[in-house]
């Protein structure tokens, strides 16, 4: 067992590594960090439980830690679910106190020694890992991208081999990306609100790095293009988007390209038996009743036109977020870099 | 005052016609059509009127006729929310009969010699209306779009010189679009339904044939593609919809064609001050606080960004259907075809 | 393992069944019954699956029956998720010929020899199953009470021996309670819907049966009153309701009474581990965060206050429908009725 | 024409005073004041409007003050949108000064010598003015009750003849009430959130006031009990209540008095055709459908049934705060008290 920690365990996102770790076959959480006014409490005492499953009895006891370095003694690999203004110094000075940091949080995503990772898409940029360590640091940093992103990735790995140039794509996103106060009610209700603050440049920059070629100890862009817009909805959890490949390919090609899909990792806990599920029913996917499935972490697609057109939905905060990173991590440890 | 009927007065469209025409200053609304069960009966006594606009009380005396030819004696000019496989038939007959029929039902839409108007957009589609003449009907048929394209097609008239050659349109349609009974609270709470029936497919046609030319007595198709993706989302009303255009114009200049639009007709009484208002805001248009905008017959486009991108709305049961049609009649009638 | 069939296996409480009896340790499910047009046809292919757990691959391939008592053969206890009109004659037909019924369906509930039966509140008037033998019946009919009434007395059974003699009741129930087509989306969404039919009625009479007392070979009704308002709201799941006992007991000793309160069963695999759970919190119950506590089988209640009033919540599909029946038959099979 | 000023005009309520206000027949709307970081700037400028209707341009150009007496010089009377914790303090430095105010807020409205006026119910209580003036304030204060409040005790105006003692009432209250940020999406969606901070107190105190008798200089307490449970729902606007008189008087016989009712003023511009409408329809009001009715003025009751028991509905920010403070000061200003 492998002990770790939350660096934010209380917000939307650190309940979510809470309810992912409470019980990890790998991993056991003994350390969880809080603004300097929670530290010294229990966590059962300091935490608004906001998910529809019961809170974890086992973690209740935990006495939370301030969020820095000095707090995380006990501990070999570290969650961060800070918001970015925070994650970067922080997160650096972990990875350079020698600890892994598999981080949700955009600060360092897009630095060219730092891996990106979907572990079905591109699990080989962890080799950008040793390039940090080349670079005298004593841990690492590994990075999930934003949820948007991920789902369109994973949707994406499938059919990579197709003639696709320009991609574009219009998010439907469910308001628990914005945290549990992010969206007021008075604003998404009976409503759609078609702007997501950056949504749309990291959905465009953080693909082509993700599904780019690690090549001379770097990785090479994508050689695509994304053109995005992002749009709030009430849903409460499940990102649904459209996307056009404009490729050449018939349907028919492409539906078999899903349906044979099988990624490149295999065995890791937290991974579903399916990470992409190909719908044939033409209402499907649907946030509503397909979010949970494969525990949150399988990304649906359906609706498979001429085009190549198709819809693309998962869970933003397990798949698209907390689960991403606790996925990143098996991988590692799997593969050794621990 | 020319005296006008409505088809198929009980359901939603049909509701909002009631609205739209109870104190029209050129229509007067004498016969109003229904189910046969119906007949008989005193409107008010008949329908269950659902819009959260108080009830007009100077139609509820009105008795309701069956829906044919036989009932609209009295009148000059017919308005048809019926259902498609009915509308057909009934609209024909209608036209043969003398009738000026003004129908928002698809039937008709795509047949050569019948125009499909947005006033704003192609008004001078209308001549048509002699091309039916010509082939010997008494009366006439005009169409209006489906409400995702009647949005779609005015956002698109200010830009209409752009180099587009494909269209990208994905969008986020209300509840109200399927009628009052069409989507059940259990199908579309906290939910996408990524389809709609033979939406695409008439934002595909519908569009190429009202954005296409006028010559030789024909309708020319519009020299670009459409590929749409439609989408339902938990919205009472106001279709939302995100528009590529992929044009190489700056988009400064397409601001400017936004804000200097004026469109090629005036003075009709349900035309709007503004028939495209542009949004500067980040987060606007939403369909909540704007489909009202011109008594809910001004579309809002506004997030106009590098692409060229930007987001249209409009309110699909006003300006995309019962107010649309009202609108062609007003056009009709301003020039002399009745 | 006893054989058992469901009756309208297709609707919303039907597929609930099909859930909850999947993989039930004591109860073998080989039968389901629908609609004529869909008799001989596997369930996989007749279903529309609607619940957001997984559908129950084992249960696909069943050949679905027509609803009559010659499809039965197999089975020696049969579930009804029919409607009222057509669950009369079917049900009694049933347990003429042999069959424990364990209905869902309202059209037996208030008859003499007939127990209305909530496990943990009155499990002793499952003795009117002998009353219903001696007027010659082969098999016997057991219902359970309407969703909301469910609800409520299971809340009141910690509290029955407080001094009230009046109960004030206000619901706010989910949408899903009226089936799935039931409340169409246009009707409900930002809106209240102060109405459901024959629901009030129902909570009256049904509770003062359910709490009374089995005497001399019958229920004898509960010394007290209710008056309830009911009321739909924009919930998928889970009934909300305030209760007001106007009681003389001090909250601390009502308090204790819910703390400590056990039901007069155990070791049913349906049951949950608390049948009623005490919220201290001040803003709970909540149907989105609580309704699924106990496999949606615990009902919850707090906010108590002088009054003494509460709130209590279940689960509408599970607890208040389908899972009271599997508890019902557990039940039954427990107490050797079979 | 008298000029008023707006304290707090940014927020929820402010919005909805300056919509009431920028119109109005005798009130001419001259300052708006609002935190010190706003002073000086236009209020186009600093204001999020968030309402439905348009922003009133001819307001766009006033320039905010700071919220002090000082910046009150132009006004004879002011209107309080102000928190609780800040409107005490500076509504009686108004009173103080010499300023007619009119209040939204609760700091005042249980004193002793302050009137809780709904014009409908009780406008002799105005008469505390002058006990006011008699205890040396120059200017006086007039508080509203709570929205929920408002909305109850006009619905009870009809029928304050009818034999009760002790009133139930459950409340369905809209998320508007708790201000634009107040309740995020993720905490009502799908949800009933059974608890409002202080709501059923001030159900149960102000109501007592309200519709209690002057005499002797002061307000009697009315001869009866309040008890309430209050609870949030997903809705936008407009508070529903389940409210029992446990009265003797027959159906038919209260019905009769809502349907004569009367209210004591007349003639002032904000009051509705109808203060308190009738519906005969066994599923109305609804929030959705009856909310504007009168401008959003009229409370709506309906479903009358034995108990008595009814249900009642009002918009929440209209009739139950902006607009009833414009009411009360027109109300003022009528009977010479300005």
Same mark, same amino acid.
């Given at each position: 067992?492998?002990?770790?920690?939350?660096?934010?365990?209380?917000?939307?996102?650190?309940?979510?590594?809470?309810?992912?770790?409470?019980?990890?076959?790998?991993?056991?959480? %003994? %350390?969880?960090?809080?603004?300097?006014?929670?530290?010294? $409490? $229990?966590?059962?005492?300091?935490? $608004?439980?906001?998910?529809?499953?019961?809170? &974890?009895?086992?973690? =209740?006891?935990? *006495?939370?830690?301030?969020?820095?370095?000095?707090?995380?003694?006990?501990?070999?690999?570290?969650?961060?679910?800070?918001?970015?203004?925070?994650?970067?110094?922080?997160? %650096?000075?972990?990875?350079?106190?020698?600890?892994?940091?598999?981080?949700?949080?955009?600060?360092?995503?897009?630095?060219?020694?730092?891996?990106?990772?979907? &572990?079905?898409?591109?699990?080989?940029?962890?080799?950008?890992?040793?390039?940090?360590?080349?670079? =005298?640091?004593?841990?690492?940093?590994?990075?999930?991208?934003?949820?948007?992103?991920?789902?369109?990735?994973?949707?994406?790995?499938?059919?990579?081999?197709?003639?696709?140039?320009?991609?574009?794509?219009?998010?439907?996103?469910?308001?628990?990306?914005?945290?549990?106060? =992010?969206?007021?009610?008075?604003?998404?209700?009976?409503?759609?609100?078609?702007?997501?603050?950056?949504?749309?440049? $990291?959905?465009?920059?953080?693909?082509?790095?993700?599904?780019?070629?690690?090549?001379?100890?770097?990785?090479?862009?994508?050689?695509?293009?994304?053109?995005?817009?992002?749009? *709030?909805?009430?849903?409460?959890?499940?990102?649904?988007?459209?996307?056009?490949?404009?490729? *050449?390919? &018939?349907?028919?090609?492409?539906?078999?390209?899903?349906?044979?899909?099988?990624?490149?990792?295999?065995?890791?806990?937290?991974? &579903?038996?399916?990470?992409?599920?190909?719908?044939?029913?033409?209402?499907?996917?649907?946030?509503?009743?397909?979010?949970?499935?494969?525990? =949150?972490? %399988?990304?649906?697609?359906?609706?498979?036109?001429?085009?190549?057109?198709?819809?693309?939905?998962?869970?933003?905060?397990?798949?698209?977020?907390?689960?991403?990173?606790?996925?990143?991590?098996?991988?590692?440890?799997?593969?050794?870099?621990?």
């Amino acid at each position: 067992m492998i002990n770790v920690g939350v660096l934010g365990a209380t917000g939307a996102v650190g309940q979510r590594f809470v309810q992912l770790l409470a019980e990890h076959p790998w991993f056991n959480l %003994t %350390t969880l960090t809080a603004s300097e006014r929670s530290a010294g $409490k $229990k966590y059962r005492d300091v935490v $608004k439980w906001r998910l529809d499953v019961p809170f &974890p009895d086992n973690i =209740g006891d935990i *006495r939370v830690s301030p969020t820095n370095v000095a707090s995380l003694k006990e501990v070999d690999l570290v969650f961060s679910a800070l918001p970015a203004e925070i994650a970067k110094d922080v997160e %650096t000075a972990c990875a350079n106190g020698g600890l892994a940091v598999c981080s949700n949080a955009s600060s360092h995503r897009m630095e060219p020694d730092i891996p990106l990772v979907v &572990p079905e898409v591109n699990p080989d940029h962890l080799a950008l890992i040793d390039v940090q360590r080349d670079h =005298g640091r004593d841990g690492f940093i590994v990075t999930n991208p934003n949820c948007s992103t991920i789902v369109m990735t994973l949707a994406l790995a499938p059919v990579r081999g197709c003639s696709f140039q320009k991609i574009h794509v219009a998010t439907m996103q469910a308001v628990s990306g914005a945290g549990f106060e =992010g969206v007021p009610a008075m604003g998404i209700y009976d409503n759609v609100i078609p702007y997501i603050g950056q949504e749309e440049q $990291k959905m465009e920059t953080e693909t082509i790095k993700i599904m780019g070629t690690f090549r001379n100890n770097a990785v090479q862009p994508a050689p695509f293009q994304v053109s995005a817009s992002c749009h *709030r909805v009430p849903v409460l959890d499940g990102h649904t988007m459209a996307i056009w490949l404009d490729a *050449r390919e &018939p349907v028919e090609k492409v539906k078999e390209a899903f349906l044979r899909y099988k990624p490149p990792i295999e065995g890791l806990p937290t991974q &579903p038996k399916e990470s992409v599920h190909f719908f044939d029913e033409p209402d499907r996917p649907q946030p509503r009743l397909d979010r949970n499935r494969g525990n =949150g972490m %399988t990304v649906s697609v359906g609706r498979l036109r001429e085009g190549i057109r198709f819809i693309a939905m998962g869970h933003n905060t397990i798949r698209g977020a907390a689960g991403a990173s606790v996925l990143n991590a098996e991988l590692i440890s799997s593969r050794k870099y621990l």
